[in-house]
T-cell receptor, first 114, second 111 residues
Framework: GAGVSQSPSNKVTEKGKDVELRCDPI?????LYWYRQSLGQGLEFLIY????????KSGLPSDRFSAERTGGSVSTLTIQRTQQEDSAVYLC????????????FGSGTRLTVV | SQQGEEDPQALSIQEGENATMNCSYK?????LQWYRQNSGRGLVHLIL?????REKHSGRLRVTLDTSKKSSSLLITASRAADTASYFC???????????FGTGTRLKVLA
């Protein structure tokens, strides 16, 4: 597609429920990233996918968080047994090897855990 | 983890004035980028500066990089109300394959 698409744009869930967040990157972009941004804060790196290589999961805050990227395209970030501290905007970005253009970000999913 | 820290955290100026934001980082980098974020959602890439470059321009934007001080600055000249946003620096270190973002500067341009 023309841009990075994320869904849903907003998600309200009850504490303890599982949620799935979806990211559809730009076609042809080999790298895909997930970041988390809490209210008024900077971006916190979560996970990075590059082609068929093993993902860099070093930023995932706990084992309740997992992500997969199917067929080198769409990615799903799953949060199990959500907690109130998981409330944040989850941003997905994709990029090619041409760093000059930087990342292309989606509009994010605002997750609220009540 | 935060690699970069922007200074100031918030800045309020009048339309037409220049806005300067600074970013300091901790480890050696390959390149540094600046992004703008409107309304707390998706970020837009503004400019990239490589570690062997000292200054770069793009329209009303001027970015400098001082690797000896591990710092960068973003200057927006002749600011407009539409420049109101948060601005983030992001650093890339060889071997990490990812950008680490700073804490951001919230800029407000008053009409």
């Amino acid at each position: 597609g023309a841009g990075v698409s994320q869904s849903p744009s907003n998600k309200v869930t009850e504490k303890g429920k599982d949620v799935e967040l979806r990211c559809d990157p730009i076609s042809g972009h080999t790298a895909l990233y997930w970041y988390r941004q809490s209210l008024g804060q900077g971006l916190e790196f979560l996970i990075y996918f590059q082609g068929n290589s093993a993902p860099d999961k070093s930023g995932l805050p706990s084992d309740r968080f997992s992500a997969e990227r199917t067929g080198g395209s769409v990615s799903t970030l799953t949060i199990q047994r959500t907690q109130q501290e998981d409330s944040a905007v989850y941003l997905c970005a994709s990029s090619s090897y041409t760093w000059e253009r930087g990342y292309t970000f989606g509009s994010g999913t605002r997750l609220t855990v009540v | 983890s935060q690699q970069g820290e922007e200074d100031p955290q918030a800045l309020s100026i009048q339309e037409g004035e220049n806005a300067t934001m600074n970013c300091s980082y901790k480890t050696s980098i390959n390149n540094l980028q600046w992004y703008r974020q409107n309304s707390g959602r998706g970020l837009v890439h503004l400019i990239l500066i490589r570690s062997n470059e000292r200054e770069k321009h793009s329209g009303r934007l001027r970015v400098t990089l001082d690797t000896s001080k591990k710092s960068s600055s973003l200057l927006i000249t002749a600011s407009r109300a539409a420049d109101t946003a948060s601005y983030f620096c992001a650093t890339f270190t060889s071997g990490t394959y990812k950008y680490i973002f700073g804490t951001g500067t919230r800029l407000k341009v008053l009409a």
